[in-house]
């Protein structure tokens, strides 16, 4: 038979009490203790005989100093009736009764270093629970004091931990209890920076430290205990807190926590370190003591408080989750799984996430990989959490990021590189050579957009401890933005998707909640992410496209290409549709042979969506045959609705007219004649360009403006000479517009019509010119 947890004390029964007259227990009586002339005391009265006696202790005026026989005499035949129940320090310097003044039997006085219940909180809790059960107490006081050694010491080592971080050194870790008792005040002291804002000096921070780990140890009480949480509700009992002024000696009372509402909602029946007993499963484990797709569904809230109480209950080191055993892997397999989160972790959290959330198999759909981001196979983790939030019904997503990532200090540092100009800086999408730098090619944007939000310059240490919180949102914005199921879901309420922080110096997770861009990012229309999406494939069973449409399907391509997120991908399935079914082009494009890339390429476009047209110089003023042909044939046998006329910088064409004009006010003639002819026609372009800078006319200001002025004398060439695309402009069935692919960037900018369209349209010089083709 197990030993009862009160036989270590010696109780013996308080007699029913009935004077024979109403006495208060304020009445002056020096006899006898409060707790031996009276019954139960209500709070008010309790309250009242602290105060009391603390104000005599700190004037000198104390007189409850010893004791006598009758009194001791009196203590063992009846036994004791505190009239309250006090948790103090046992760094206050001073007994609890001489504090204020007491008798023996007064106070049923509890002691430890910090006056906390984080550490032997059964036998503190247990302790209180005898106190206000057996002994019928009515108030629990927890009194801190003032330059608590335990709590000054854990906000140095907050302050400790902070400077390690900053200057990327080795945390300290517990070696001892006296280690593991600070760390576990320290979320103590981090409340308290917060709540006083960075440039408070440890001083300070400590001194607040000191209330709020008052309220921390009455909050803890009341989380912990059923017996006190009933009690305190049907007003049997009240927990108030209190702090000791070591240099005066006056007792600052601060009544009952500002959480008590909150904490009385617990249903946690045991303190942490009495409820591993292996018969008590965790709180929502499941009928079978693991949750199985037999259990009702749990609510996001629900899975949130689940996760929270088990992160508290690891920082502790009070797990109650325990291995499967036969039966429990045996309902898994036969009636499913039914995870109350999906978590998106990283591979270099240094510890199991079921570990961190003190979780039964089953509990978690855990997802893990370096940087807890879905930039890179975005494909799996994405299709994997809609699994789960679709046919798993989990109504959780978390999102886990934590201190000293790897993989974000290695994209931190790329990112510092190019800033810097560095040769090992972050790689471009497109050069890219391992898929380790794809990711951190990936993860710079992070780097990039936390470095904007800081208000000076960044240095390593600082950027990656605030790009770890920029990164959970990100993965949380990325998932919002290409899933559709996970936005229907949250849009109905029903799926959550959080951010946390997890800290590996104290163990502890920072539960930061939803993006701040939920409420913009669920209006997306996309369905895909970029690596998945496909791009249709135009057959000659397609409709013609409207000029618009086409434009915003190069838009969107040019934008994947400069990004590195091209999605065209060729098949044979793709390459037979093409040959049996034909090609319906949405746009042609004249572009230049020196452009370094494929136009199909710049546009992220499907076989077939482009009819591609190149020579140097991207002109029609020469070899018009071909090109006008071409063109005519694209967009009056194909139905094609959109011409672009495509330059580029560092034009070589364009570059060499300019410098022939520049010398020579011409090209000089040579047996080339057609390349002259190439000349000639750009050389008019490079002299229009340096009229229209003046003064600014130099060559590289030149070659700029004869770039695009090139662009229009191809489109206005093209209007002016071929009656079809004319036509079809008048009648509003094509456009022509102009472009400029920028090779620094891979950026298109789109110059749209010519300024002279109108002009060129009205002319009867262009209908002459056309009546002698």
Same mark, same amino acid.
């Given at each position: ?8 004390? $010696? ?36 309250? @009242?005989? $602290? ?104 906000? @140095? ?18 070696? =001892? ?58 007003? @049997? ?28 909602? +617990? ?48 920082? *502790? ?49 855990? $997802? ?23 046919? *798993? ?24 590189? =190019? ?11 497109? +050069? ?138 060729? +098949? ?77 910088? @560092? ?10 004009? !520049?010398? +020579? ?13 190439? !000349?000639?026609?750009? =050389? ?71 300024? $002279? ?17």
């Amino acid at each position: 038979m197990t030993e009862c947890c009160c036989a270590p004390f $010696l109780w013996k029964p308080v007699p029913d009490w009935k004077p024979t007259r109403q006495v208060s227990c304020l009445e002056e009586d020096e006899t006898l203790s409060p707790s031996l002339r009276s019954g139960p005391v209500s709070p008010k009265v309790s309250l @009242q005989l $602290l105060r009391d006696g603390n104000a005599r202790f700190a004037t000198g005026r104390s007189r409850n100093t010893a004791t006598n026989e009758a009194t001791r005499k009196q203590l063992e035949i009846t036994g004791e009736a505190p009239h309250c129940a006090i948790i103090g320090c046992a760094d206050a310097r001073a007994p609890l009764e001489t504090i204020f003044d007491a008798m023996p039997g007064d106070i049923f006085a509890l002691r430890n270093i910090g006056n906390t219940c984080t550490h032997a909180e059964g036998s503190m809790v247990g302790s209180l629970e005898f106190c206000i059960g057996k002994l019928r107490s009515r108030l629990i006081l927890v009194l801190g004091h003032s330059h608590c050694s335990a709590v000054y010491g854990a906000t @140095q080592s907050y302050f400790d931990t902070l400077e390690a971080r900053s200057n990327s050194q080795e945390v300290i870790t517990a070696s =001892s209890a006296l280690d593991g008792l600070l760390l576990d005040l320290s979320c103590v002291a981090e409340q308290a920076a917060g709540e006083l804002g960075v440039d408070r000096s440890i001083e300070d921070v400590a001194h607040h430290a000191v209330k709020l780990n008052v309220f921390h140890t009455v909050n803890f009480l009341l989380k912990f205990s059923g017996p006190i949480r009933e009690k305190v509700r049907s007003r @049997q009992l009240e927990i108030q807190g209190a702090i000791y002024d070591l240099p005066s000696g006056r007792v600052d009372f601060l009544g009952c926590s500002p959480d008590q509402d909150e904490y009385l909602s +617990s249903k946690i029946p045991l303190p942490l370190s009495v409820a591993r007993d292996d018969s008590l499963p965790a709180r929502g484990s499941g009928v079978r003591g693991v949750r199985t797709a037999y259990d009702g569904r749990m609510s996001a809230k629900e899975a949130l408080e689940m996760l929270k109480e088990g992160n508290n209950r690891f920082v *502790l080191g009070t797990p109650l989750a325990m291995a499967a055993d036969d039966s429990m892997r045996e309902a898994l397999v036969y009636q499913g799984q039914a995870p109350h989160t999906a978590v998106l972790g990283c591979a270099d959290s240094r510890a199991p996430v079921d570990t961190l959330f003190d979780s039964m198999p089953g509990d978690l759909f855990v $997802l893990r990989n370096a940087g807890n981001t879905c930039t890179h196979a975005e494909g799996s983790m994405l299709g994997s959490l809609e699994f789960c939030a679709c046919k *798993l019904s989990t109504k959780l997503i978390l999102v886990l990021g934590h201190t000293q990532c790897s993989a974000l200090t290695g994209a931190a540092e790329a990112y510092l590189k =190019s800033q810097d100009g560095g040769e090992d800086g972050l790689s471009s999408a497109s +050069s890219v050579s391992t898929a380790l730098e794809g990711l951190l090619t990936s993860l710079s944007s992070v780097s990039k957009r936390t470095a904007d939000t800081m208000s000076v310059e960044a240095e390593l240490k600082q950027l990656v401890a605030h790009s770890v919180r920029v990164n959970v949102f990100h993965s949380i914005d990325f998932m919002l933005k290409y899933s559709m199921p996970i936005r229907e879901l949250v849009k109905n309420g029903g799926l959550e998707i959080h951010g946390g922080i997890y800290r590996l110096e104290t163990g502890r997770v920072d539960f930061l909640g939803p993006s701040p861009n939920q409420a913009k990012l669920l209006s997306s229309e996309l369905h895909l992410p970029p690596s998945m999406a496909v791009l249709p494939i135009r057959t000659s069973f397609d409709e013609p496209l409207h000029p618009n449409m086409s434009l915003k399907l190069l838009k969107e391509g040019n934008e994947r290409y400069v990004y590195g997120h091209a999605t065209a991908k060729v +098949s044979n399935c793709v390459r037979r549709a093409l040959a049996e079914d034909g090609q319906a082009p949405h746009c042609a494009i004249i572009g230049c042979a020196d452009s370094r890339a494929p136009l199909e390429a710049i546009f992220d476009a499907m076989p077939g969506d482009i009819f591609a047209l190149r020579n140097a110089g991207n002109t029609c003023t020469h070899s018009e045959g071909s090109m006008l042909g071409s063109l005519e044939f694209c967009t009056s046998s194909l139905g094609t609705q959109l011409i672009l006329v495509l330059g580029h910088t @560092q034009c070589t064409a364009v570059r060499g007219a300019t410098k022939m004009f !520049l010398e +020579s006010g011409g090209p000089e003639l040579t047996e080339n004649k057609a390349w002259d002819a190439l !000349l000639a026609g750009l =050389s008019i372009v490079a002299k229009q360009a340096a009229t229209e800078l003046g003064a600014y006319a130099n060559e590289e200001a030149i070659i700029a403006r004869a770039t695009k002025l090139n662009i229009y004398r191809s489109i206005n060439f093209l209007l002016q000479y071929s009656g079809i695309i004319r036509e079809k402009v008048e009648m509003g069935e094509l456009e022509i517009q102009g472009g400029i692919y920028d090779l620094e960037t891979g950026q298109v900018h789109f110059l749209g019509r010519s300024p $002279l369209q109108n002009e060129i349209l009205r002319s009867d010089l262009a209908l002459e010119k056309l009546a002698g083709c």
